[in-house]
């Protein structure tokens, strides 16, 4: 019995601490370097110019997986997401705009099953929120240049920001460095 307990602490404590409202996500067959997005017209990775662009249009322009997280604010199941253990050197940009969130040297190895960053690129990489939803208070984390949603921010990460951007990989696209 003891044994069924932490059993259940270990797989399901961690979908409790970062978010609640769950969306089953496929990881993404396609490559990390997948930079397309045909019919999305406001995808940019060099113009920061904040944008203003109504639900109904994203609906219309993004992938429905990528809509239901960004504007819908759903959550890709933990351990599903194609970056929760991903290693590689480069820069992780927002995957509605094309903007720049995270460096790769700021992404640890956290065990919530969801990408997890001590600190994002910039001050205005993104924005913040409170979350009162489903009875807990959270900090929800937005895209600082279109506002969709990524993911919820914690206290509880490593040094030197004991921050952790808990995010959703469904939203982030991943640029690894030029060699
Ligand atoms: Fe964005």
Known sequence: ????????FILFLPILSCNKKVVNTVPSPTTLTDTSHPGNPYYS???TTVLHVSDAEWKKVLPDSIY???RNKETEEAFTGKFWNATGIGTYYCAACGNALFRSDSKFA???GWP???ETIRPISVEYKDDHSYN???TEVLCGRCGGHL???FDDGPPPT???YCMNSIVLDFEPDKK
Not at 1 to 8: A, D, S, V
């Open 1 to 8: 019995m003891r044994q069924t307990k932490i059993i259940f």
């Open 45 to 47: 990775r060099t113009d």
């Open 68 to 70: 239901q997280v960004a």
């Open 110 to 112: 956290s065990t919530c």
């Open 116 to 118: 997890s960053f001590f």
């Open 136 to 138: 807990m208070e959270r």
């Open 151 to 153: 993911g919820h921010l």
């Open 162 to 164: 004991g921050k952790r």
